[in-house]
Structure formats: C-alpha cells, structure tokens
C-alpha cells in the first residue's frame, strides 16, 4: 500500500514538474514573441478586416481563366509588353468611367466569390477535424483492449495540446509570411500576413506575423486559414499515436505533442505552403514550379509518419513485441469494427482534405480532386487485400484498413496534379509499399508500430511527395508557386509537370523536397526526444505497460465492466 | 442422480439443445468457457506475424437427471454434437448425492 501511494505521488510530481516545465517553456516563448513583434508594430501596413465588411471586392472577381476583372497599372516601364498593358489599362479605366454600375456589381460579386470559397474551405476543413474521431476508433481497435482508454486518451489529448501550440505559435511560423509569395488570392489574399521571422523574399524558413492567432491574424480571411490549417496540423499530431501507443507516458506524449504543433510541423509547412524557401525553388533555382505538395503527402502525412518513426526508436519496442529469438510477435487488434469504421470516417474526412485544400470552390478542379483521390483509396485497398491474400493465403482486415489510407496519403500531394489513370497507378503503388512497409519494419528494421503509422504516413508520404513529379500532367496549376504564369515548357495555361510529361527538374525537385522532409522529421524529433529521453525515461514502468496503461495512468479501464471492483451503489 | 458435463462447440448449443428439450430434459446450465485438448490450439497470422490461438472459446453444459435417464440424454447429447471434426469436444459424467429446490425445499431427485 506504501509502495503504491509512494509511487502515486513520485507521478504525481512528475507531472507537476513536466507542466511547469511547459509553462516556463510557454512563458519563454511568449516573451520572446513580444520581443519580436515589438518592430511589426510599427511597421505601416495593410490593416486585419476582423469585421469581414471590407474582404473581397472588384479585385477578388477573377473568370474562370484566372485572368482579373481589374486590370492593374503596369508599372515596369521597361518590360516588352508595357505598351500593351498600358493599353490595356487605358481602355479599362475608361470602360469603367462611362460603366460605374458595372463596377460597383463587381464589387459584390468579388464579395460573394470569397463567400462561397469561405464557405467552401470552412466546410471542407470540418471534415478534416472529424478525421480526428476516425483515427481515434482506428488505432483504439488496432491495439489491446487493456489500453483502450489510453488510446482514447492520447487521440483527444492530441487535439487539445498540439491545438494549443499552433495556436501560440505554429500558425505565425507556418503562415505569418503567407502574403509574401503566396498569397491565397481564394481568401482574399491575407495581405496583413507578411512578414518572415527568419529569411526574406524568395529564402524565407520562418514566418512572423499572427502570434497567438491576434493582431494582423484577427481577420476573416487569415481565419479561415487557419481553421483550415489547425486540423490538417492535428493530422500529423494524432499519426504519432498509432506508433507510440502501448507504452508511452502521458507527460512525455504531451511534450511531443507541443513540439509538433509549434514547431515541428508548422517549420516544414512555411516551407512549402507558408511561401517559405522550397516553395521557391523554381523562381530561384529553376526546379520546375518549386516543391510541391497539393494536400499534404510530406507536408502533413511524412512529418507525421517520420516524427512517429523517431519516437517509436526512441521508446523501443513494446515489451514482448519480440520474442527471445528475435522473431516478431502479433498482438492481435481487439476491436476490428472499430478499426473498420476508423477507417471509412477518414475516407469521408478526406473529401475535405484534398478537395478542400484549393481553398475555393471557384476552383473547379475539386471534382477531378475528390475522384483521384477516391480511385487512389480502392486500388491501394484492393492492392493491399490481395497481396496479403497471396503472400499469407488469408486476406488481412487491417491491412485492407492500412492499404486504403496508404492509397489516400499517396495521393494526397498530387491528386490536383494527375489524371484518372495515374491516380489509380499510385494507389496500387502505395497498396505494395505500406504492405512491404509494415513487414520490412516488423522483420528487419523492428521498430515496432502498432497500427502501421510510420509505413500508411511516413512512407507512402514519401512515395506522394515522388508520384507528384512523376505523374503530373501539366493540366493543372499554371502559375504555381510563381511560376510560369502566362507559358511554361513553351505552352501557354501549361501547369504543374513530371516526369513522365516531360518535366525531370520538377521530379528532381519531388526527390528532394521529399528527402529533406523525411530528414528533418525524423532528425528534429531524434534529436529533441533522445535529450528528453536521457533525462526522463518516456516509457511508462514495465509493470504497468503489462497490466495495459488505462488504470495506472488513467485510473478507469476503456471497458469499465473490466474493473474487478467496480461498484454501482 | 448423475451430473453430465459437456464440452461443446459453441456452434452446436443449438441443436444440443433442442435435442434435449426433445426428450423432455428439464432444465440444462450453460457457460461460455476456454480451453484446449490435445491440439493445444491453433496458429494464424496477424499483420504478418504469427500467434497461437490455444485457448479456444467453447460452451459447457450442466444437466442434472435422474439414474434412470443418464444413458438416453448422454446419447442424444452426443449425437447433437458431433460434427466428426477435431474439437467436437467431450461429456463427463458423475454422481450427486442430493439436490435441493431452493422455492420450497424439495430434495433429491424431486427437486429435478
């Protein structure tokens, strides 16, 4: 009884050592961020429309070519095409003096343009918040029914705690440059985001701007962005848990969990979506449209998946996982309808995922989207079920589960950029990689991942992050990331290209992005979690990973009917 | 009075039982139970890797009956259970020295 009360408290401390210790990190973080807005203030700038009175006007009224009902003042006097363009503007400013009301309608109609794709991207990123309650059933089906409760836990923690991060400061370093090179011209543009903590113009690594989600990020447009943005961090925050499941320690996966949400995630992201500096590559380094990751294939899926891959060598295997003769063991799933319905609610949340990430639905590429991305979900499942088929003699459901989402996660960086044929082609892709994947790292590497995390994210991320510059067909995306606005490859509206369609810089420029994604994941959190490690074991004790982790950590059972005490009256 | 214990396939409860209601046995006790014979169970794999399923869910019945009717019911019991596979399971059979209604305090083989 001692020993248990002696071990209750030392917890208990524990945890009030670990929370102050997030606290004074927070504190930290919080004066150094007023340090760094000190000199925004007094910057001149565009000001936030929290209000959503003044976002969207003649300006946001764009036709269906892209091409801007105002055409703006040339200002480079030196350009080949200025007469032209001056002409141009000539002849619309007249236009629009002898047609006031014209004018004055395309002020509504730029309104209701950015309504719909408010509407649009707001909706699509409910969907990717309900991701959270599929993975949540997912990986609690996936593992042993002693710690349901803790996988419970860890998936709505996940939410709160990486949230809360991003909120502070994750969204600022990933989107607090946005306007600089790319600007969502869907949403209005966030003109008020506009400034890069570390870098500037085309080599900017951090944003700076939006702290704590106030000052120039309290404005309509900037929030849609990041309701938008905030859920497809939680993505990456709730992958970790199918990996470190099964023995970690609530405080550590809390710190992990903060780590991610404000600085492991939203670094790569200003990188790649925040206009950062391998957004850039092509305007700088003439690498096709720069690196480019339509919805998240390594932006989201990798940095999940490879941050897992770190922490589960860290932590190590779970205790019998393997046997004395160095044989993997199974720990069969404890709820396969769970696991079932997991996976059919991320398939539904990835509707807002990829669709939604055109952040307009005057984007009318959305439909092409939602398929590719359901073909990629069939053929990667139907790949998975019937390779397990061959190779075992029986079909797996869980891997038919894991084959569907490795399809999904596949596709997710180019379902904008491919055709119909393609997209299906990743999919059986990521089918035979996420199966080899699971396999390779139960057998060889044996880092143990109990739900497959690190081979459906971290790999078949990797695999999307290539099948972009592979697949791309160039029907989309003219103009991306600054580049080739008006021709590329010689051809006038031509977007986005790989390999196969005759653009090898842009797959060049797939493998290294997508290289340095699984880099600096898997380094960053090596690094960070092996010093935390060293001063705290992460693990929970042995004896309470074998009783399972709900009551010595939580203090009920997921089933409560299991509790050998448990009294009604 | 004699105790039949069997060990059956859960998959054949059902027709143990009808075959038992049949003959007009009263009452019957069932419980879901784990165990193994001499197989010691069986492997299968999960995500690849192997595990022995040894402890296989099966259902046991309890029957009290008279002397007299042991013989008929253990006979239809086994009928009803046979599948002819590996794991139809077994019956045992015991003698009890008394039996007690508990509503109104009958004994012996009128408390059956």
Known sequence: MNAEKHKEQSRRRAFGRALLRGAAGLATSACIIAILLLPCRAQEGPKPDPSGLTTGDKTSVVDAGGNNFVVAEPTDKTAPDYAQKKKDFDEFQAQAAKEPLAVKLADATGHIRLATNFAWTLNTGYLVLFMQAGFALLTCGLVRKKNAGHLMMLNFAAYVFAFLAYYAVGYAFQFGAMAVNSAPGNLGGTPTLNHFLLGSGFWGFLGGK??????????????????????????????????????????????????????????????????????????????????????????????????????????????????????????????????????????????????????????????????????????????????????????DITMACNGMLA??????????????????????????????????????????DPCGAISV?????????????????????????????????????????GLFYGDS???????????????????????????????????????VELEGLDVPEFGIPGYSEDAMSVSAS | MKKIEAIIQPHKLDEVKEALIGIGVQGITVSEVRGHGRQKGHTETYRG?????????????????????????IGELATAARSGKIGDGKIFVSSIEDAVRIRNGDRGEGAL
Request: proline share 4%; with cysteine; hydrophobic share 50%.
């Open chain 1, 457 to 497: 994210h971290g790999f078949c991320g990797i695999l999307g992050g290539i099948c972009l510059g592979l697949f791309a067909d160039g029907t989309y995306g003219a103009g991306w990331n600054g580049v080739g606005a008006t021709s590329y490859l010689g051809q006038a509206g031509k977007g986005v290209t």
């Open chain 1, 210 to 395: 939006g702290f704590f989600m106030a000052g120039p990020a309290y404005d309509a447009g900037s929030n849609v962005l990041a309701l938008f943005e905030v859920v497809f961090m939680e993505t990456a925050g709730y992958i970790i848990v199918g990996s470190i499941c099964e023995r970690i320690s609530f405080w550590s996966f809390l710190l992990c969990e903060l780590f991610i949400g404000a600085i492991l995630y939203p670094v790569f992201g200003c990188w790649v979506w925040g206009g950062g500096w391998m957004s850039q590559l092509g305007n700088t380094m003439g690498l096709g449209h720069g690196y480019v990751d339509f919805a998240g294939s390594t932006v989201v899926h990798a940095v999940g998946g490879f941050c897992a891959m770190a922490l589960s060598v860290v932590l190590g295997p779970r205790l019998g996982k393997y046997g004395p003769d160095g044989k993997p063991r199974a720990f069969p799933a404890h709820n396969l309808v769970y696991v079932v319905i997991g996976t059919f609610v991320l398939l539904f949340g990835w509707m807002g995922f990829n669709p939604g990430s055109t952040l307009g639905a005057t984007d009318l590429r959305i439909s092409v989207v939602a398929i590719n991305t359901n073909l990629a979900a069939i053929s990667g499942s139907a790949t998975a079920m019937l390779f397990w088929y061959w190779k075992f003699g029986k079909p």
């Open chain 2, 49 to 73: 890797a192997e595990y022995t399923v040894d402890l296989l869910p099966k259902i046991k019945l309890e029957i009290f009956v008279p002397d007299a009717r042991a013989e008929q019911v």
């Open chain 1, 505 to 543: 810089k842009q797959f060049l420029v797939q493998l290294m992005g997508a290289a340095i994604c699984a880099a600096w994941a898997f380094g960053a959190t090596f690094i960070v979690f092996k010093a935390v490690n060293a001063m705290k074991s992460m693990r929970v004790t042995k004896e």
């Open chain 1, 407 to 448: 399809g999904l996660v596949a596709i997710t960086a180019p379902c904008a950029f491919v055709g119909p044929t393609s997209a299906f082609i990743i999919g059986i892709l990521a089918g035979l990689v996420v199966c080899l994947g699971v396999l390779f790292n139960d057998n060889v590497t044996k880092i143990d």
